[in-house]
């Protein structure tokens, strides 16, 4: 089979009835990079533009995705990270096949999804150190052999993500309890799935003001989409 390296939806072997209106985005980033504030402003953006968007988050989204998450995330024993790379791709099977797909398949829709594959390869590939190859590997089984059109890595650094966390407050969850090594194993991670599909990711400095990280958003999803700027 195919390597899944620098593949997009149109060159998978996975050929799924996509409308070619539709557009698949996710949003990547360590605790604390700005995902979700960036995500909302995306979503109001491309409604502006009259398209429709259905937002989603991993792990998730699905019935039977959101039990996952909750016995992953509370989760208070230590789980053996082929069991974690392998439940987040159940997670990922469900939520392609009741989801992503089918909304894939209607015109001018755009699914935007809060993490994904490149997640799996950061925490479970390079973090956990299963490396990114195995986790490449379970996606090779279809539905999971399909990638996003655009990525947005919103980069920042160990220190920021700490600083936030701590505003933040609350419980931590099963991740958030990880020490710094694991959150600079993360970055890396990050930063090996950008060099294993560069021109699919694409790298934003989230360190600064939201304006600034939603311009370099709004530019990438124009190019793609064929909206003048
Ligand atoms: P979540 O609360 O959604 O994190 P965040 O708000 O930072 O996006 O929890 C999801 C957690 O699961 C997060 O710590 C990252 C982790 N994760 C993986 O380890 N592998 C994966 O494939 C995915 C999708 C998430």
């Given at each position: 089979m195919k390597n899944l390296k620098e593949t997009t939806p149109d060159t998978s072997p996975f050929h799924p009835?996509?409308?070619?209106s539709s557009y698949f985005l996710s949003f990547e980033g360590i605790e604390g990079s700005g995902k979700s504030t960036q995500l909302k402003t995306l979503k109001i953006y491309l409604e502006g533009l009259g398209l429709r968007v259905i937002v989603l988050r991993e792990p998730g989204g699905t019935t039977f995705g959101e039990k996952l998450r909750e016995a992953i995330l509370a989760s208070k024993e230590a789980l053996h990270p082929a069991a974690e790379a392998y439940l987040f791709a159940s997670s990922r099977a469900q939520l392609l096949n009741q989801v992503i797909l089918k909304e894939l398949s209607k015109e001018k829709t755009i699914v935007i999804c809060d993490r994904y594959i490149d997640s799996s390869i950061a925490y479970q590939g390079h973090a956990r150190g299963l490396g990114a190859g195995t986790i490449l590997k379970i996606h090779e089984l279809p539905p999971l052999n399909f990638l996003p059109h655009q990525t947005y890595y919103l980069d920042i650094d160990l220190e920021i993500s700490f600083e936030r966390q701590q505003i933040r407050g609350g419980q931590k969850d099963y991740f958030e309890s990880e020490n710094k090594d694991f959150y600079q194993k993360l970055i890396e991670g990050f930063e090996e799935a950008s060099l294993l599909f560069p021109s699919r990711i694409k790298k934003i400095?989230?360190?600064?003001?939201e304006e600034r990280v939603f311009a370099d958003i709004k530019n990438y999803v124009n190019k793609l989409l064929d909206i003048p700027g």
């Open positions: 009835p996509s409308s070619p400095d989230g360190r600064r003001e």
